[in-house]
C-alpha cells in the first residue's frame, strides 16, 4: 500500500513537472519574441508537399509578409541603436581628445612649474639650481682668493715701506753723520790753512 502510495506521488510530481515546464516555454508568434522564434513560428505553421521527388515548404503570404516587416523593424531598429552607439562613442571620442589636451596641457604646466622651481634667476637668466650654485660658490671663492692676494699685497707692501723708511733712515743717519764728518774735516782744513797762512804772514 505504501509503494503504491509512493508511486502516485512520483506520478504526480512528474506530470506537475511536464505541464510546468510546458507552461514554461515560450508561445511562437509574430507579434513578440525574437527573429529566430518567429522564424520557428513560420516554419511550425508552415505546410509542406512533394513534387518531382522534392519537398516544399507551404507559408502563407501574410505570415511571410509580417516576418519580412518584422524583421524590417528589427534591422531599422539595430541600426538606429547603432547610430546613437556611434553618436555615444563620437562623444566619447571627442571628450577623450579633449581630456588629452588638458591632460598635455596640466603635463606641461607641471613640467614648466617644476623648472621654474629647480631653477633660479641669474643677470636675468633662468639657471638650474646647481648651475647657480656652482657660479655663486666660484663668485665667492673667486672674491675670497682676490681678497687673500690683496691682503697679502698689502702685508707685502706694507712690509717693503717699513724696510724701505728703515732703509731711508740709516741713510739718513748715515749722510749726516759722513756730513758731519765732512764738515768737521772741512772746518780742520780750514783752520790749518788759516794756520799757515798766520805763519806766512808773521814769517815776512
Known amino acids: ?20 515546464g510546458q507552461d514554461s516555454e515560450p508561445e511562437l508568434s509574430l507579434e513578440q519574441g525574437t527573429i529566430d522564434s518567429q522564424f520557428e513560428f513560420i516554419f511550425k505553421n ?15 503570404a501574410n505570415n511571410l509578409e509580417k516576418l519580412r516587416s518584422n524583421v524590417k523593424d ?12 556611434n553618436a555615444t562613442i563620437a562623444g566619447h571620442e571627442s571628450t577623450i581628445t579633449s581630456l588629452n589636451q588638458k591632460l598635455e596641457e ?39 682668493l682676490m681678497l687673500l692676494l690683496f691682503i697679502y699685497r698689502f702685508r707685502r707692501s706694507n712690509y ?23 764738515l768737521e774735516r772741512e772746518q780742520r782744513i780750514s783752520r790749518q790753512l788759516q794756520d799757515e797762512i798766520n805763519k806766512y804772514k808773521k814769517s815776512k
Open 1 to 20: 500500500m505504501k509503494g503504491l502510495s509512493r508511486l502516485l506521488l512520483l506520478t504526480g510530481l512528474l506530470a506537475f513537472q511536464i505541464s510546468f
Open 160 to 182: 717693503l715701506t717699513q724696510e724701505a723708511k728703515a732703509n731711508l733712515a740709516e741713510l739718513e743717519t748715515e749722510y749726516e753723520d759722513h756730513r758731519r764728518r765732512a
Open 74 to 85: 528589427s534591422m531599422n531598429a539595430a541600426r538606429t541603436k547603432a547610430a546613437q552607439l
Open 106 to 144: 596640466t603635463t606641461k604646466n607641471l613640467a614648466s612649474v617644476t623648472e621654474e622651481k629647480d631653477s633660479m634667476s641669474f643677470i636675468g637668466i633662468q639657471v638650474s639650481k646647481g648651475t647657480y650654485n656652482f657660479i655663486l660658490w666660484t663668485i665667492i671663492l673667486g672674491l675670497l
Open 46 to 60: 508552415a505546410g509542406n508537399y512533394r513534387a518531382d521527388g522534392k519537398r516544399y515548404e507551404v507559408v502563407r
